[in-house]
């Protein structure tokens, strides 16, 4: 009877303490998205006070491996020894990273500080979408869905916006500062009323695995971020990173085999939803990180938008997202279903980027805004979707690992769409600016095929008219190469087998023999509260 009398009680109990914890959780994942945007509108005051403009790119760069590298440690650190404390450390490191940075002196210092913050971040949106699967039943999570993709939409439209209002009334440094009491906020929240059980996993962290993976992700990341700008393709120094790269991979792979507490436990890989989701999870990063590079670009450059505004270009994108994964979620709470999405979100996502590769110099912007609200619906029933299977394919001891795996697959896929669009994209704009402007256009897009507003106002009208063109052509052909990835995640999608997500009455029994079961996230949802 005392049984019973405990589960009829929590339904009241837990909506409070699961908005609180969320509300917690949600100010930390605003953390780590906002950041570089936030710094990135503020860069070029801070390489006017410290210098180091032959640095510039590492200050993005460092921040970047370290939460890259990190993401999977920070997964494994919170299956074995608690969730909780995992999280609070990521936090904490963050904000160390955040104030040293604000004190930077010169841009070697602030080169070294944002990797400590990088080193935080990565903890972070593994922390959150962990918690949340161990807190929130699979069948439920869908709400949370929307709350989710809202966050993400707010810092994507008010990032740029808040780092530029911040760095002209209280200087870059407050770019940093900005973190502080927002962390703080969370770290109370999170102390007071989180209380998931603790947790002891006998045997050691597998170092050397570790170190293979951060190597492994460190080249990549590199590889992806030098490649075509810094080096050549086909240098010598592309291919030793691509080398160390697979090698590392390689012995990882391996030595994942053999470990007593792998870093990522390879038979997680056997789900056949779980292995799809982290594909799709990839194609998403590679395409929503590309739209967001190009748009503003061909917006302001084509279309004559102003780059003060930015984030707000992105608005019919974003806005469609954010609709389109609350109904997502809505309906997948109410039903327990959820294979409908990724196939509608691939077909969306795949249609928007080839409407999208269609803009030319004549394309309106309420043209261009309804290409992007469909790219937005696709990405939309994505998002969320695809960590909610993920994490409802293991068992619940490896939802850390989960998380961080899906995470860390977006994280790549970002890298990955940035470059190899990028690279085609510049290729194209440089291409058609020689063609079309002979030596003055070559010697334009010399340096950079992506101008900022001053550089093209000072370009000769039919320079300037051959550029946006140029750009045009670049973004048709990045797009068309996006929708063709986008492909793939179809493909994917369709062998998605639907398990139907477990509600919060599932039984002991089937807590014990089902993956991401729900009676294992009431009872903590009972000890949180």
């Known amino acids: 009877m005392a049984d019973k ?37 503020a860069m070029p005051t801070i390489v006017g006070e410290l210098g180091g403009l032959e640095h510039l790119s590492w200050v993005v760069t460092a921040y970047t491996l370290a939460t890259a590298a990190s993401t999977p440690i920070w997964g494994k650190l919170g299956d074995m020894y608690g969730r909780k404390g995992a999280f609070m450390t990521s936090i904490v490191i963050f904000l160390i990273g955040s104030a040293l940075s604000g004190m930077a002196q010169d841009m070697g210092q602030l080169i070294g500080f944002r990797a ?46 808040v780092g530029g209002t911040i760095t002209d009334h209280w200087g870059w440094r ?99 939803n779980f292995t799809l989701m982290s594909i799709i999870a990839f194609i998403t990063g590679f395409v929503m990180f590309g739209a967001t590079l190009f748009l503003p670009l061909y917006q302001q450059s084509v279309q004559g938008a102003s780059a003060t505004n930015s984030g707000l270009l992105l608005l019919p994108m974003l806005g469609a997202m954010l609709v389109t994964s609350m109904v997502a979620g809505r309906v997948t709470t109410n039903s327990g279903r959820y294979k409908v999405f990724p196939l509608v979100g691939s077909v969306l996502m795949a249609v928007g980027l080839f409407l999208l590769s269609q803009m030319d110099t004549d394309t309106t ?103 946006q063109f140029a750009v045009s052509s670049g973004t048709h052909s990045a797009f068309l190469l996006g929708a063709v990835v986008a492909v793939v995640s179809l493909v994917a999608a369709v062998f998605v087998k639907e398990v139907p997500l477990k509600g919060a009455g599932a039984s002991k ?4 023999g089902a993956a991401g079961d729900a009676a294992g996230a009431q009872r903590a949802v009972a000890e949180a509260v």
């Open 509 to 512: 029994a089937a807590e014990e």
């Open 174 to 272: 407050w770019s940093f500062y900005i973190n502080l009491p927002l962390g703080v906020v969370a770290l109370l929240a999170i102390s007071a009323v989180l209380h998931l059980p603790k947790k002891r996993v006998e045997g050691r962290i597998d170092y050397l695995g570790a170190g293979l993976l951060t190597v492994g992700i460190t080249s990549i990341v590199l590889v992806t971020t030098w490649g075509g700008s810094e080096y050549a393709w086909g240098s010598a120094r592309i291919m030793e990173l691509i080398g160390i790269g697979v090698a590392a991979l390689v012995g990882f792979v391996f030595v994942q085999t053999k470990a007593a507490a792998p870093v990522v436990p390879l038979h997680i890989f056997r789900s056949r």
């Open 116 to 161: 400590i913050q990088g080193l935080g971040a990565g903890g972070l949106m593994v922390g959150v979408m962990a918690i949340i699967g161990d807190l929130i039943p699979p069948r439920e999570r869908g709400k949370y869905q929307g709350m989710m993709a809202g966050v993400m939409a707010l810092a994507m439209i008010a990032g740029p916006l």
């Open 5 to 41: 009398t405990e589960v009829a009680v929590e339904p009241e109990k837990q909506p409070r303490s699961v908005r609180v914890v969320l509300f917690a959780l949600m100010v930390a994942m605003m953390l780590a998205m906002l950041d570089n945007m936030i710094v990135g509108t």
């Open 365 to 467: 912007r309420l043209t261009s805004g309804l290409y992007m609200a469909v790219l937005g619906a696709g990405m939309g029933c994505l998002m969320q979707i695809t960590m909610l299977v993920a994490q409802n394919s293991v068992e619940m001891k490896d939802m850390g690992v989960a998380s961080s795996t899906s995470t860390l697959a977006r994280t790549l896929g970002s890298s990955f769409g940035v470059a190899i669009m990028g690279a085609l994209f510049n290729n194209r704009v440089q291409h058609e600016m020689a063609e079309r402007a002979g030596a003055i256009g070559s010697k334009v897009t010399e340096q950079s095929a992506q101008l900022d507003a001053a550089s093209l106002a000072k370009l000769p009208a039919a320079a300037r008219e051959a550029y």
